[in-house]
């Protein structure tokens, strides 16, 4: 999954002698967080909700007054994203930096924006929770062929497999989280225990004394 499968366009943008004031309410009356700054549609910053906040609270040690402009405030020279960028690949950017969102570009034009809640949808996208299946989580030895004996056990059960996701527990181990096209696993969970899998999830059923 790309930048451009997820990313939100057209982009409401404002330019920088626009009034702090006017920025919030533009904030307030699209319901988003963030704006993207144009000047001769050239990006030229970015500004938060965060931002104006900080900017205008009387907590600040020198408050700007509500006819201070974007200028004075917003974040100058931003991070961005490409169209074919990965996912992945923005979301560790904008974690590394600590920032909400990426200005997408194309040829330094401006063509759309992703934030952190375009990161979980694409999450529940990748990993098929938006759509009716059933989570398994396995660990298996980090050894070839081990997650392919995995997909195929649920192969032969008729069963088609949503999403695999995986991540190293050790140095020798590593747990598969799947998504599969049936929300009734627990039947699929006793049959991998009984072929000698370590489910993880769902968990088995304790008998009660």
């Not at 405030?73 to 904008?94: G, N, S, Y």
Request: hydrophobic residues 45%; aromatic residues 4%; glycine residues 6%.
């Amino acid at each position: 999954m790309l930048v451009q499968d997820i990313m939100t366009s057209p982009v409401i943008a404002i330019s920088p002698d626009v009034s702090l004031q006017a920025a919030y309410q533009t904030m307030q009356e699209k319901g988003i967080r963030h704006l993207p700054v144009l000047e001769s549609e050239k990006l030229v910053g970015v500004i938060t909700d965060r931002d104006l906040r900080l900017a205008t609270s009387s907590l600040a040690p020198t408050p700007f007054p509500q006819g201070a402009k974007v200028l004075a405030v917003m974040c100058r020279f931003p991070f961005t994203a490409d169209l074919a960028d990965p996912v992945e690949d923005a979301a560790r950017l904008m974690r590394e930096k600590k920032i909400g969102c990426l200005p997408v570009t194309d040829d330094d034009r401006l063509v759309g924006i992703i934030t952190g809640l375009d990161l979980l949808d694409a999450l529940m996208r990748m990993t098929g929770a938006d759509k009716p299946s059933g989570r398994l989580e396995v660990r298996l030895a980090d050894h070839p062929g081990e997650l392919a004996h995995l997909a195929g056990f649920i192969s032969q059960r008729d069963l088609n497999i949503h999403s695999i996701l995986t991540y190293p527990e050790g140095a020798e181990k590593t747990r598969a989280v799947l998504r599969v096209g049936s929300i009734e696993v627990r039947l699929l969970a006793q049959d991998l225990r009984h072929d000698g899998f370590d489910v993880l999830w769902p968990p088995a059923k304790q008998c009660l004394p």
